[in-house]
């Protein structure tokens, strides 16, 4: 069973950067791809960015290419989102998923989710 944790995030003024963090607990980190999502009040939830099982390969979204980075180090459990340049329609709770072994991040096939760490970039 494998669990998440996010944080990391906090108030930012517009323009600034956090880097959110995604702790795992449990076997076979190394076995899962994980995915950044987010969701905005009173809008659905979205994907962000979805990174490979041994970290070469990282996809974004349109609107976070350019301005976050998402890194994995399988030896110390843990996911980071580098996020660049943020905008007030950054403002969302943010969310670390698992799927185990597949190259994928479609939202509904994720097995394992975090409780989430709040984004809030104010203008």
């Known amino acids: 069973q494998l669990q998440l944790v996010e944080s990391g995030g906090g108030l930012v003024q517009s323009g600034g950067s956090l880097r959110l963090s995604c702790a795992a607990s449990?076997?076979?980190?190394?076995?899962?791809?994980i995915g950044w999502f987010r969701q905005a009040p009173g809008k659905n939830r979205e994907e962000v960015a979805c990174i490979n099982r041994d970290g070469t390969i990282a996809t974004y979204e349109p609107f976070a290419r350019g301005r976050f980075t998402t890194s994995r180090d399988n030896a110390a459990n843990t996911v980071t989102l580098q996020m660049n340049s943020l905008k007030p329609e950054d403002t969302a709770l943010y969310y670390c998923?698992?799927?185990?072994?597949?190259?994928?991040?479609?939202?509904?096939?994720?097995?394992?989710w975090g409780k989430g760490t709040a984004v809030i970039v104010s203008s």
């Open positions: 449990g076997f076979s980190f190394g076995a899962y791809t």
């Open positions: 998923a698992a799927r185990l072994n597949v190259w994928s991040c479609a939202m509904e096939n994720m097995g394992y």
